[in-house]
């Protein structure tokens, strides 16, 4: 809950995403860093080999370039489009449920993608990705990308594992005789609509949902019923992917959305659980580096982006948090990622993947409901309203 109320500081401009933003000038040649480097991110996508030492992509970049990386964790996209609207940091590793905000909202500066030399190894389908390219305009550079996957207790489900999301959507029997209330878990974050929408979209296919993020009133009051039902099985909204971890080790909690990252630490540790792409598909983020208007050290985060994008950094966080990079040159030959990484991540779902997205007022059916009504209603929906 604490999260969530975060949301209220960061809706920025939404509503139109093309034609009217005014693009800052962006830099036109690339000087000494300056010593410093501030980075909003995703838990596990900036790792320094605290964690573990196998797991190492700053160090390096640092004695290379005298650019000093800090790191603010943040848990969801409303912290980190609030962040960046306060200020005080060059780069923002953003979803596509944060990206266009930061556009509309002037947060972010356009990249010159010819500073940046390993540009032209991105994956062709995310070059000129909608979530972070207006009217022809770069506003970042492609980081890593992947699926919300439904994690589970291998000992809870033993020999049948769970082929849909009506585990953590529906009161169920789960396969260890017990009913699945109270030992399930959900996003605390208002995109987490857009996976009760996508559950309807196969189960209530009356409803004519095409995509999760654009929702008529009537398919969006269902969502929200949906989740209504959803809440009476929660024993807690995670956002904090640790507290997470600790849930299903230690409060039995045994199914539930997530990040490949929370498997992989799980696995790592020796925990049963295993995690699966159900029937219905998935939501999904791809996630890009993006700079902030005001970066008081641009120099230092062009020479991060052209850092992420080497082929080591990408298969190196690939393997780490369970993601697809997004140069494809990293899926052969990464000690840690293996040549299997990038299939087994689900290099091949691309195009099943309903990537996170901001919803607005426009949309393909004409009329939607916009993003701050999903902000309230479901800050409701965890209230119990």
């Known amino acids: 809950m604490k999260s969530i109320l975060k949301t209220c500081t960061a809706l920025t401009m939404v509503a139109t995403l093309s034609g009217q933003v005014v693009a800052q000038e962006m830099l036109q040649t690339l000087g000494a860093g300056e010593g410093q480097l501030d980075i909003v991110a995703w838990a596990g996508y900036i790792e320094r080999g605290e964690t573990d030492p196998a797991y190492d992509w700053v160090t390096g970049f640092e004695e290379q370039t005298g650019c000093k990386v ?158 209504r039902t959803q809440r009476t099985l929660v024993s807690r909204y995670w956002h904090d992917a640790f507290i997470q971890i600790d849930d299903f080790k230690n409060e039995g909690v045994v199914a539930s959305g997530t990040w490949p990252f929370q498997v992989n630490l799980l696995k790592s540790e020796g925990q049963p659980v295993a995690s699966v792409f159900p029937e219905e598909g998935a939501t999904g983020w791809a996630d890009t580096t993006m700079l902030h208007a005001e970066a008081a050290h641009p120099n230092c985060a062009y020479l991060w982006m052209e850092h992420s994008l080497s082929p080591k950094v990408q298969g190196d966080v690939s393997a780490w948090f369970g993601t697809v990079p997004s140069v494809p040159a990293a899926c052969k030959g990464n000690e840690l990622l293996t040549d299997q990484g990038c299939a087994n991540n689900g290099y091949e779902d691309f195009d099943k993947i309903k990537f996170w997205k901001t919803p607005t007022t426009q949309c393909a059916q004409g009329e939607c409901v916009p993003y701050y009504r999903w902000v309230s209603d479901y800050i409701g929906v965890i209230g119990g309203r």
């Open 70 to 227: 800090n790191v603010k964790t943040a848990a969801t996209s409303d912290e980190m489009v609030a962040l960046m609207n306060e200020g005080g940091f060059d780069l923002v590793t953003a979803s596509g449920d944060a990206s266009l905000r930061l556009v509309a909202g002037k947060r972010v500066q356009p990249i010159n993608t010819a500073l940046i030399p390993s540009w032209s190894t991105i994956d062709e389908r995310l070059q000129n990705a909608p979530w972070h390219t207006v009217d022809g305009v770069h506003y970042g550079t492609p980081y890593v990308w992947g699926p919300n996957v439904l994690m589970y207790n291998t000992e809870v489900f033993g020999d049948k594992p769970p082929t849909s999301w009506s585990v953590v959507f529906e009161e169920t029997t789960l396969p260890d005789g017990q009913s699945n209330k109270g030992r399930v878990q959900a996003y605390d974050g208002p995109i987490h609509i857009a996976d009760a929408a996508n559950y309807l979209m196969a189960h209530k296919p009356e409803l004519g949902i095409t995509s999760p993020y654009e929702l008529n009133e009537e398919q969006y009051q269902a969502a929200l019923e949906l989740l």
